[in-house]
Structure formats: C-alpha cells, structure tokens
T-cell receptor
C-alpha cells in the first residue's frame, strides 16, 4: 500500500470556507510535501515541512506535521473557486528525492 | 522559473507500437524522474536519472526503458505499448531537497 494516504478522498465546500486535508504515512520521513494538481495538468509544489518542524505557513496555506502520529494536515483558509484541484501529500524517505512517495490525493471542489 | 516541457500532451497509439515520451528541462537540474499517474493510485515512479547516461529503476519499471544522453533531456520509451500502459505520464526534476518540478503531463491512450 502507499506511504501517504490522504483523507478525505474528496471534499466539497463553499467559497470562503476553510478546507482541511489530512495525510497519514507509515515510515520515518525526512520531510513531507504538499502538491496541487489542476485537472489534466502537472503537479505544482506548494510547501515542504521538515521532520523537525511542527507547523509551517505560506500565504493561505498552513501545514502541520505530527511525527509521533505519522500524520500531516493541509489547511487552506478562505478558499476560492480557483483552489479547486487535487492535493497530494508526498513523503521523502531517502535523499535526493529518489524515494519521494505520493498518496492518492484529495479532490477539493470549491463552489462559488 | 523552472520549466519542464513534455513534448506531447496527448498521444493515441496502437498495441505493439514503440512510443517515445520526451521531457526537457531548462534549469540544469541533475535529477530527473518519470512517473505514471492512475486514478486512485497516486503517482508511481517508473525510472529516474541522477546524471547523464545514468538511470535507476523505480517501483514499476517493467515494460519501460529510459534514455538520458544530455543533461536537459530525459526520454521514456515503451518498446511495445500495451493497453495497460494507458495512463498519464509525468516528468519531473529535483530542484532542491524535496522539491519536485513537474511537466504538464502526457496522456497516453493505447488501443
């Protein structure tokens, strides 16, 4: 099975609401990343949190990491219709990105 | 900005055909990757390359080969395409620890 598993698989919210996506993983990691993918396009790197960090912010994004529970969450505040996309967590278990393992993703739909 | 260009966005091939998927990057990154993406399975690593002419198998290399003759170009080759290779193929480069830059993807349909 996959290293990273996102929850929920799909999420539908109204514009202006907050969206929270969770990721669980199985093994020790060097860092955890979140990516975004618009329909039919490539993935875009959003944010990276290292294993010794607990929380990180970037604009409307807030990522937390709990290594004791092997879980992470991505919070998007004040969501917009343009945030509609799939969001993936990815874990680095080795060096050089050779062992970057992706989850199956959460599909977020933000209704205008 | 890093640019990773995949030459073909959409391809339709027949079973048994040889397929080339090309990826070019403009940022002099050493590490390049080929993933395939299927619904419900996330991204799975096919092959990666950490230098010119160097390649390593990923998690699902069967049925694929790769070529890296120049630093900026990493090609994925399907020697004899099969229907179970219908998928979205994504090329990526590693810009820094844990930061992958992806191309727009190549959606391959094998009939």
């Amino acid at each position: 099975s996959q290293q990273g598993e996102e929850d929920p698989q799909a999420l539908s919210i109204q514009e202006g609401e907050n969206a929270t996506m969770n990721c669980s993983y199985k093994t020790s990691i060097n860092n955890l990343q979140w990516y975004r993918q618009n329909s039919g396009r490539g993935l875009v790197h959003l944010i990276l949190i290292r294993s010794n960090e607990r929380e990180k912010h970037s604009g409307r994004l807030r990522v937390t990491l709990d290594t004791s529970k092997k879980s992470s969450s991505l919070l998007i505040t004040a969501s917009r219709a343009a945030d509609t996309a799939s969001y993936f967590c990815a874990t680095d278990v080795g060096t050089g990105g050779f062992k970057t393992i992706f989850g199956a993703g959460t599909r977020l739909f933000v209704k205008a | 900005d890093v640019k990773v260009t995949q030459s073909s966005r959409y391809l339709v091939k027949r079973t048994g055909e040889k397929v080339f998927l090309e990826c070019v990057q403009d940022m002099d990154h050493e590490n390049m990757f080929w993933y395939r993406q299927d619904p419900g399975l996330g991204l799975r690593l096919i092959y990666f390359s950490y230098d010119v002419k160097m390649k390593e198998k990923g998690d699902i290399p069967e049925g694929y080969s790769v070529s890296r003759e120049k630093k900026e170009r990493f090609s994925l080759i399907l020697e004899s395409a099969s229907t179970n290779q219908t998928s979205m193929y994504l090329c990526a480069t590693l810009g820094g620890p844990g930061e992958l830059f992806f191309g727009e993807g190549s959606r391959l349909t094998v009939l």
